[in-house]
Every structure is written in structure tokens, then in C-alpha cells.
């Protein structure tokens, strides 16, 4: 399973029950999905199929969705009706959520049948990175050819984001204990694109995943000189549990998936996707401000 949507997420809901959080809509879906996973995961691994397998058909699949994103990435359902051409955002959508579901079974599948490996292990993060990279190479693809410099520029930068992100976690853990601190794991990444696919609003997802992640990518990089600088000076390791009262709520993004902050901050988000563009035309598929900028400029 991969790096943050497995371990990371186990470590979330331990928290969850250790310390009391209250529960939020999140904590019921999230079971409801690792009960259905744990079930299809028993039911694949009796007619044969391996872990290895799984990740390959998911990497399968993320590459369909980069086709669709390649081909329609600036397409709101309306557009592409408009336009006589196939509903790719709806394609990428039902690629993503099989990708989606081989990642999360391929880690179910080889804990449940004890099949993990070091080298399915080393697959499972490789292909993770593959799949990051090929749907935003999809989209800087499109978007250049659309001939579009701000969005070519956001899928580079959201790129970065996504790979940032994993090795600063996987570069850390060489080194101290844990870093799967901040809310832009993996799994909300993906999470994001299916929404944004679904709703026909890609330029804004893009417009998110150039900037907030970025804060995630501080936090574990400051995270980790924390954890550094105690171990140095002989004090105990910093703690990940947000502080009490309303000192908490105002970063309610640190809270753990399946509490009521996590919620608030995922509906936020969600809410961004589907909405924003209605709010300001710059988020929509036909702005570019870069390009305004530079012909300014130049």
C-alpha cells in the first residue's frame, strides 16, 4: 500500500481512538470503505490474485485517466457536450476510482493473504510516483497545447508538490520515527482530482494543488527539524496532537481523518473544487493570467 494512504491512515485512526476525538462523517466513511476493502481484498486473494497485480492494474488505469486528462483536461461536462466530444472528465473520474481501488487493495491484499514484500513494497512506491507523475505530465501536456502558460504552470508546480511531499516523508524516516504530518496526503490528493473530474472543474484543482500543499511540504519539512533539534538537545519528541481548546480549532487541519475539523477542512476544499470558478472567472478553464502578466511585462 502506498506510503501515505496506508500507514499514515492506520496511525489517523489510532490517534482517533486513543485521544478522543470527536467523530466526524469521515471516520464513518473511512470504516465503511476498510471493512469493504478487507472483504474484497479475502475475496481476491482466494481466486488468486496477488498484491504485484493489483498494482499494476492500478497503475493501469491511472494511466486511462491521464489519456482523459491529456485530452480534455480544460472540458466542463457542458463544453465537451457542447463540443460534440466524448465526456472525458467523466472518463478520468471512473479511472481514477479504479486506480483508486487496486491502490487500496493491493496493501489489504498482502497484509490479509501475508504476502508483503520488500520488493512488492519498492513496486508499490514506485508505481505511486509513476502514477503521480503521468497524470500531471497529462495535463501540462494539454494545457500547452491549449496554449495556456498558467496552467501549464500549476500542473508543473502541483507536480512538484505531490513528489516533494513523498520524499520529504521518505527522506525523514531514514531519520527520525514518523513524518505523516499535514493534511495533502496522498490520499486527499487523489481524492481531489476525482472531485474535480467528476465536477468538470480540473483548472480549479489545479489552482489548489499549486498552493495549498505547499504548506504541507513546510510543515514536514519544519516537523522533522523539530523532532531533530529535541533529539539533539535531549528532550522529548515534539508532539503531533493539536493543542486544546480553540488554540486547536484555528489549524483544524492538523486534526486526524475522521474528526470533526478534519471534516470542516475537507468540505472546504471540496467546496473550492466545485465552486470556485463560479465565484471568480480566474479559476476557470479559460483564464491566464500568467500570459496577461508577461505581455505586460514583455
Known sequence: MNDDTSESGRRDFRRFEEEGYRPGTSRAIGQGFCDARDAIARGLISVGVTPNALTIAGFGATCGAAVCFFLGGSLSHAAAREAGVLPYMLMAACFIILASACDMLDGAAAKIGNMSTP????????????????????????????????????AAVAMCHAFLISYIKARSETIIPACDVGYWMRG???????????????????????????????????????????????????????????????????YPRGSVPYDFVTGANIAFII????????FGPSADPLRSLVDRVV
Open 188 to 254: 486527499e490528493r487523489s481524492a481531489a482530482l476525482l472531485i474535480a473530474a467528476f465536477a468538470g472543474t480540473v483548472p480549479a484543482v489545479l489552482w489548489q494543488q499549486a498552493v495549498s500543499p505547499g504548506f504541507t511540504v513546510v510543515r514536514r519539512l519544519v516537523w522533522t527539524y523539530q523532532v531533530l533539534s529535541a533529539k539533539a538537545a535531549g528532550r522529548p519528541a515534539p508532539s503531533n496532537t493539536p493543542l486544546a481548546g480553540w488554540r486547536g480549532l484555528v489549524r483544524p487541519w492538523r
Open 119 to 154: 520488493l512488492g513494497a519498492v513496486l508499490d512506491s514506485a508505481v505511486d510516483r509513476f502514477s503521480d507523475l503521468i497524470v500531471y505530465l497529462a495535463l501540462i501536456g494539454h494545457f500547452f497545447m491549449q496554449g495556456n502558460f498558467t496552467y501549464t504552470m500549476l
Open 275 to 282: 465552486f470556485a470558478w463560479r465565484i471568480n472567472e480566474v
